[in-house]
């Protein structure tokens, strides 16, 4: 079952890069214990996404504009992130 912030997640990054793969991958639970974990059960995400919007784009930039789409949830809802942005064919 994917909780709200996964589906916020999901939709903010559809509409901001139509992309062909998009995986939300819930890690919460694999660091109950540690820092940043809230016990809401959505604190720990992996996002792997594959875009042309990322096709000709540094690394660096395919991260900021992945968190820039998502606005306030990386750093203030979700207290981390791993990002694996993609252009297709890659």
């Known amino acids: 079952m994917t909780g ?6 999901e939709r903010k990054l ?3 890069f139509a992309p062909v793969r998009l995986d939300v991958i819930n890690d919460s ?6 820092s940043g ?3 809401s059960g ?7 996404i594959e875009s042309a919007a990322f096709a000709g784009v540094s690394r660096l930039q395919r991260q900021r504009m992945v968190n820039a789409a998502l606005g306030d ?17 890659e």
């Open 4 to 9: 709200p912030i996964a589906r916020e997640i």
């Open 37 to 39: 974990h809230d016990g």
């Open 73 to 89: 949830l990386p750093g203030q809802r979700v207290h981390a992130l791993a990002i694996k942005a993609r252009a297709p064919g």
């Open 29 to 34: 639970d694999r660091h109950a214990g540690h």
């Open 42 to 48: 959505e604190s720990h995400f992996t996002v792997e």
């Open 14 to 16: 559809a509409e901001a």
